[in-house]
Structures are given as C-alpha cells and as structure tokens.
C-alpha cells in the first residue's frame, strides 16, 4: 500500500531547540516537499527536491533546513532561528514537479514549541 | 499579494442539497487548478482538477467549472453529504523559468448537516 508516512504525529519542543520532522514516500515519486498550515491559511511551501541530493528553497525557507540523500526520504530540520515554529508541517510527493502534477500529502506533524 | 483567493472560511448546507464553494485568481497564466479536501489532523487528498484550456470537469457527485474571463472556478458536490464535511483548499498551478509552482488558498470549512 503506497503512500507518504510522517512521524511522528505530535511533536513538543523547547524554545531554542533544533528538531527534525521525518517523511518517507515509497511511491517512488521524483519530487518532494514540506509545507507549513497554520490556522486559517493555506499551505505555504518551505523546500522542495526534484531528485536526490538536489533541493530548493520555497516561500518561507528561513529557520529551516533539509536533505534529500535517498530518493523515499527528505527529513525537515526546523531550527531555533526559526521565529515562529508552532504550526501543523505536511510533507508530500509527486511524480515530478510539472504542471498539474497532483501532490500526495503525508498525514501532517503537529509541532508545539513550548 | 494573494494570488488564489477563497473568500468564504466556511459554508453551511443540507445533507441532498448542492454545495458550491468558489475560488478566484489574479495570476492568468495559471495553467492547472486542483480542489483538496482535508479532515482536520490530517493531510489533504486530491479531489479533481481541471486544466486551464476546459471549462468544466466532473467525476462522480463533484464537478469543478472554470470561467477563465472571470478568473473564478467553483467546485460543485452534489448531492451533500455528512462525510463530505471538510475543509476544501482550492490551488493553482503555473509553470515559470521551466519550475512549475503550486498556490493554495486559505480554505473554506464545508459543514453538510444531515
């Protein structure tokens, strides 16, 4: 059964900690991505990869950092420059990044700076 | 500036009844418009979408229209269900300098009253 795995579910961090949000895809989709929701808002891109060892910044990349060393995972490291963490992270997948190309969504991490 | 706008954060209907819920652009050469439907702690799933040179998509009880002149696409449910209640995020697809970039808006909370 394919699909986009994220963990873990709930996450808690003191302020001023670094912490990093894991997202595996066994879709073998090309491209990836992370995205922030808060309330009310829609989804803003923070980084995404076309392939491996290769990704760019989005929207609202500052305060945060990724890897894409294997083609299934592209962990989020969110970082204490990053001013205002709380938010619900959604990492997806799609075949490649073109026109149209629909994304899979992971089921999200909830994170609570405390 | 917010290129994908969903002025309505929420709509109300009854179960049998049409629900339509509308999304306007600024950005003409968006190319792909897609409609996601996500329950909340979860991530979004792809429902339809429709390219920018039809007017009008279907599959099964949803059909999407778009009025490129207005610049305004509505999704269409029909008949409503309980199950149906979500938070549906339209967004927008547009192909730039060869990367293609995918705009969310802010959502509109469907409640379908049995």
């Known amino acids: 059964d394919g699909g986009i795995t994220q963990s873990p579910k709930y996450l808690f961090r003191k302020e001023g900690q670094n912490v990093t949000l894991s997202c595996e895809q066994n879709?073998?989709?090309?491209?990836m991505y992370w995205y922030r929701q808060d309330p009310g808002q829609g989804l803003r891109l923070i980084y995404y990869?076309?392939?491996?060892?290769?990704?760019q910044k989005g929207d609202i990349a500052e305060g945060y950092s990724v890897s894409r060393e294997k083609k299934e995972s592209f962990p989020l490291t969110v970082t204490s420059a990053q001013k205002n963490p709380t938010a619900f992270y959604l990492c997806a997948s799609s075949i490649a990044r073109l026109a149209g190309a629909r994304r899979n969504f992971g089921p999200g991490t909830r994170l609570t700076v405390l | 500036d917010q290129q994908v706008k969903q002025n309505s954060p929420s709509l109300s209907v009854q179960e049998g009844r049409i629900s339509i819920l509308n999304c306007d652009y600024t950005?003409?050469?968006?190319?792909?418009f897609l409609w996601y439907k996500k329950y909340p702690a979860e991530g979004p799933t792809f429902l339809i979408s429709?390219?920018?040179?039809?007017d009008k998509n279907e599959d099964g009880r949803f059909t999407v229209f778009l009025n490129k002149s207005a610049k305004h696409l509505s999704l269409h449910i029909v008949p409503s269900q309980p199950g149906d209640s979500a938070v549906y995020f339209c967004a927008a697809s547009v192909t730039q300098g060869g990367s293609e970039k995918l705009v969310f808006g802010k959502g509109t909370k469907l409640t379908v009253n049995p």
């Open positions: 990869s076309q392939i491996v060892n290769d990704f």
């Open positions: 429709i390219s920018s040179i039809k």
């Open positions: 950005n003409s050469m968006f190319d792909y």
């Open positions: 879709l073998n989709h090309d491209a």
